[in-house]
């Protein structure tokens, strides 16, 4: 069955600090993968999305994640966290069939210190 | 400028009480999606819709119940079997073909039973 596991619950990074964020995906075929960014009471944004071509995709506000195929992972990374990056983060798998879902982590959330 | 409206943004429910909650989006998108957001959950599938007129049960469709009798429009209703409906829920909409033409979310509405 079609997964997602964000590994780590809750990070905190002091600001200015590099940040990489966990996901690894189960998945037959090759994936459509998306990170997304919710603050508190709010909907998603989404961040960056990967379907083909080069494996580090470039996204908004800074983010950037790579693709690997052989350890099934697709990890977001910021080189240098604001205070306003603090929020909770979800990585997300579009499942196959016709549905046309998406299959979500459990999210992690990020607290940025001072 | 397009996007998806969710109303009302808090709710409250009474014990055995049906609810409705609206989502409109003006994308002109055809497929529609309810999602329900638990903490340390991530996002759960509760119906979707490809086409008006015509909806398919996610994986957690108990106790709930969907219309899309027009294109813009696909209401979620909370009914009194939903046992544990304290929750946040977020409409999605997607446009036609693969996940890469995009999904754009709502801003949410929480529900609480009181």
């Known amino acids: 069955a079609q997964s997602v596991t964000q590994p780590d619950i809750h990070i905190t990074v002091s600001e200015g600090a590099s940040l990489e964020l966990r996901c690894n995906y189960s998945?037959?075929?090759?994936?459509?993968l998306f990170w997304y960014v919710q603050s508190p009471g709010q909907g998603l944004q989404l961040l960056l999305k990967y379907f083909s071509g080069d494996t580090l995709v470039q996204g908004i506000k800074g983010f950037e994640a790579e693709f690997k195929r052989s350890q099934s992972s697709f990890n977001l990374r910021k080189p240098s966290v604001h205070w306003s990056d603090a929020a909770e983060y979800f990585c997300a798998v579009g499942s196959s069939g016709n549905t046309g879902k998406l299959i979500f982590g459990q999210g992690t959330t990020l607290q940025v210190k001072p | 400028d397009g996007g998806i409206t969710q109303s009302p943004k808090y709710l409250f429910r009474k014990e055995g009480q049906n609810v409705t909650l609206s989502c409109e989006q003006n994308?002109?998108?055809?497929?529609m999606y309810w999602y329900r957001q638990d903490p340390g959950q991530g996002l759960r599938l509760i119906y979707y819709?490809?086409?008006?007129?015509?909806?398919q049960k996610g994986d957690i469709a108990e106790g709930y119940s969907v219309s899309r009798e027009k294109k813009e429009s696909f209401p979620l209703t909370v009914t009194s079997a939903q046992k544990n409906p304290t929750a946040f829920y977020l409409c999605a909409s997607k446009g036609q073909g693969a996940p890469e033409y995009g999904y754009t979310f709502g801003s949410g509405t929480r529900l609480t039973v009181v």
């Open positions: 998945y037959g075929a090759t994936p459509y």
């Open positions: 994308l002109n998108h055809d497929a």
């Open positions: 819709s490809h086409i008006v007129n015509d909806f």
